[in-house]
């Protein structure tokens, strides 16, 4: 068949060809091309590194771009994501082991009778596809919970999402409590959520609104990059 | 059709639906977080202040307390196991307002999405989805509502499992989407696209359309949308009052009562039958739609640039339809099978 002679061996693309590849792989949600493309780039010597930056960080970056643009929407983005997290699957020990450069971390969840977490969800994925550390509290978070994951991971990153009118309002609840208890400058604040808009964040106290996946990730490296300048000062 | 919903439809030329119910709650105390569909129960008489204030306003259709009314969403509190009593309820107080009004109002029984994603992109099956509409659909219609009323969907597998609930309680209904991502839904639906699922449903709805999304200008956009597929069955417009601002502990919406008077004309020359408002719409923005639309001539359909100047801009380029159905990306051309 004409379709065979078309068909792509990824073991014998160059490794630049591979990585371009993979962006469309990745794009294309096809997660065992995904784990084979990191296990050849891994036979042939890379460093886990590389290969998460250069192949998945890369092409997650075009999903991002895309979907910030409306080309793609959450369907084609849940698919790219999951190729990832295969791909993400295999480096991560290899990654530990390696002691690779960390971009931060960051505790994520929905608010307090929030069942949603579509968005928040493709965040996190986002975020370990840009190399942030993510742990995810999941859905329906009181603020009691928020205080305890942060206590315990020390993370860079808060992040909170919404996407009910009803729910929205109890970021601020969180918020306001880490104010309180004198930790609001402790964390870099991200929140989001369809219902939300720049506007909201700031009147609520957060750091950032963050509109969508791929906001979140640029929002997120600028402010780490700005609070390890600041601390270098 | 005997259902009053069609009654009116086939009598009137426009109906006036209902405005927000979370914004109008919090007004009451409501706390955030809490789930609404609670104070059915525990605070009858708040509920019954809400109903009574979109009739009051003039609407011919008010929605019930009991969006978030499913199963998976009560479990969060919980409350999985009263989906019957407060959709029940929900719909008793509804019917005690609206048999008191003194003219035909519709109790339209509100049905939210379930907050999960649907196989094969998430873990919720089909069967799952139309069982929890379903045990929702029989507490709505053993409190006497007259219409099921599905809103804010955005998955096109969601919107047909609650079709299919609807077909199993045996009650009309009527459904809308929520345009929010690029002028399409969350899941990529364009206002087209979802014209012509609607159409293939073996149940259609009495009226679709859309509600919620991302201000007045955007949902106009999307019934321009609805109106140029030619469907000759009833648009939704249920638009927010603008978009959230927060004051002084309050959220309150940016949309002016006389911003919704124009809006709410604006739909019905854009085609749309069934006028109300969603997130921020309070009385005095549907008291203020009411009157224009009592008031005002029908004027012709309304242009994209007419409607920016009118609501304001849009938050995309393009909504994903027509002669320019948006960017695209240029891919490398190698596709595996």
Redesign the interface.
Known sequence: MADEDDEIILSELSDDELVLQMHDDLYDGLKEEIEEGVNILLGRGWVPYDVLTKALVGGMKIVGDDFRDGILFVPEVLLAANAMKAGMFILKPLLAETGAPRMGKMVIGTVKGDIHDIGKNLVAMMMEGAGFEVVDLGINNAVEKYLEALESEQPDILGMSALLTTTMPYMKVVIDTLKEKGMREDYIVLVGGAPLNEEFGRAIGADAYCRDAAVAVETAKTFVARKHNSMGA | MSDLLSKLLAERDWLMADG?T??N??NMG?S?????ELWNVDRPDNIRTLYRGAVDAGSDIFLTNSF?GNA??L???DAQDRVAELNRVAAELGREVADAAGRPVVVAGSMGPT???MQP??NLTHELAVEMFHEQAEGLKAGGVDVLWVETI?APEEYKAAAEAAALAGMPWCGTMSF?????????VTSAAFAALVEGLPNPPLAFGANCGVGASDLMRTVLGFAAQGTERPIIAKGNAG?????D?H?HYDGTPELMAEYAVLARDAGARIIGGC??TMPEHLAAMHKALVERPRGPRPTLDQIAETLGGFS?A?D?TGDEA????E??G????
């Open positions: 927000a979370g914004t709650l919090f409501l955030s977080g809490e789930p609404p978030g998976a969403r479990k969060l509190h907050g999960e994603i992109m998430g955005s929010d991502t690029a002028g399409r839904t969350m899941m990529g978009i959230p601002k927060f004051h502990g959220i997130c921020g995309s393009s994903g948006g960017p695209a990306r891919r490398r190698r596709r595996r099978g």
